[in-house]
Every structure is written in C-alpha cells, then in structure tokens.
C-alpha cells in the first residue's frame, strides 16, 4: 500500500468544468507539496502548504491541508486545456532526515476543449 | 542553460552494456537527487548527495552507482541491468537539504533496457 493515496487517478473533464483532487494519508506530515508534471518534462512545483488548515490559492487553483496534516486538496475552477497534465502530491515526513519527500501516485487529468 | 539539465534525454541499452546518466544544476543548490518513475509506481527516491557526500540510498540495487563530483553534477552510472529497469530517471536538486525546500527537476532520462 502507498504511504500517500491520490484519488483518483485519472480523470477527463471537459473545460470549464471545475475538480477536486484527493491526496490522502494515515501518517502526519510537516509539509505537504503539489507538483504538476506535463509529457516529457520533470515535475514543476505548483505549492506547498505547511500549517494544518491552510488554504492557498493560486489563480484558479485552490489547496487545502488538512486540519491534521494527514491530507490535502487540490481544486480546480473552470479547467482549461493548459491544466491537461499529471498532479503529484508530496509529503515531508517529520521522521525523514532532510528534504525527503514522499511522492502521491499521481492524477492523470485531461481537459478537453 | 538555466535549471536542471540532464543528458541524454532517451536511452536505450542492452543489459549486459555499461551507460551513464548525466545531471548537472545552474542553480547555485547544496543537494541533488535521483528518482525513479515508472508507469504503475509513484515517484521512488533512489539517492541523495548533500554538498557531494551521499546522505540516502533507499536500497537501491548495486547494479546503479550514483557519482557526486561537485554541488553542480550529478551521475547515474548503469551497469547489468535487468528489463524492469525501464524507467523515467529524474534528478533534482534543492537549495538546502531541508524538508521545505522547492526540489527542481530536470526533464528525465526516458531508459529503456532491452
């Protein structure tokens, strides 16, 4: 069993559409990131969240961590074809030594026009 | 170049052959790491180096040999492997190995073994 699980996995929207991804854990963590990585490319940092209950927002994405820091969300309004790409989340455990994350399966989103 | 580069982008290589991978950052960053992504598994960290001295090694088979010349480079020496090897072979790297800190990826070596 993964240590961190993203729901779902994959998920074809049509625009303008708006969705909510899940990343979901029974461990605590002391920072919580999302990553997007798009074909060909390495994952590019989209936020990372630190404090149970904090919401950020970045243009139309919204992220959540969980009051517990055990989980997070991340919501998208009104998708759009550019938001087409794989959504990982990634966990700072406290146990870890250094910046050890540990990575969300992904979810596969595709907007289409 | 700026970021995180990583040469070559596709590779494709027996199993008894011997190949390197090639991670170099323009980013002034202390740490550097090397991940592995397969299509059914999530993201598995393979080594860490912090200021060139490996700090991680997630038992990881022998037949990968990390190298740390310098902040600035990183390699991924293959040797005798096996075909579930295939994977996309990602580096990034960090200012600092703290567990805040923005990890930069490169693009990926796309590692197919035959």
């Known amino acids: 069993t993964q240590l961190l699980e993203q729901s779902p996995q994959f998920l074809s929207i049509q625009e303008g559409e708006n969705l909510t991804v899940y990343c979901n854990s029974s461990?605590?963590?002391?920072?919580l990131q999302w990553y997007r990585q798009e074909p060909g490319e390495g994952p590019v940092l989209l936020v990372t969240?630190?404090?149970?209950?904090e919401v950020k927002k970045l243009k139309r994405l919204t992220f959540q961590f969980g009051d517990a820091r055990k989980d997070s969300s991340l919501h998208i309004t009104a998708a759009q074809p550019g938001d087409t790409g794989l959504y990982l989340c990634a966990g700072g455990l406290l146990a870890n030594a250094g910046n050890m994350l540990t990575f969300g399966g992904g979810t596969r989103l595709m907007v289409k026009p | 170049e700026t970021g995180v580069t990583q040469t070559p982008r596709h590779l494709v290589m027996g199993m008894t052959n011997k190949k390197s991978l090639k991670c170099e950052q323009h980013l002034g960053h202390n740490a550097m790491y090397w991940y592995k992504q397969s299509a059914k598994k999530p993201l598995e960290l393979m080594f860490v180096?912090?200021?060139?001295?490996?700090?991680e090694n997630n038992s990881v088979p022998s037949r990968f040999s990390p190298e740390c010349p310098n902040s600035s480079h990183l390699f991924l020496h293959l040797h005798t492997l096996q075909p579930e090897d295939s994977a996309l072979y990602l580096c990034a790297s960090s200012q600092e190995l703290a567990v805040y800190n923005e990890q930069f990826f490169g693009p990926g070596t796309r590692l197919t073994v035959l």
């Open positions: 461990s605590v963590f002391s920072s």
């Open positions: 180096y912090s200021l060139e001295e490996r700090v």
């Open positions: 969240v630190v404090t149970g209950g």
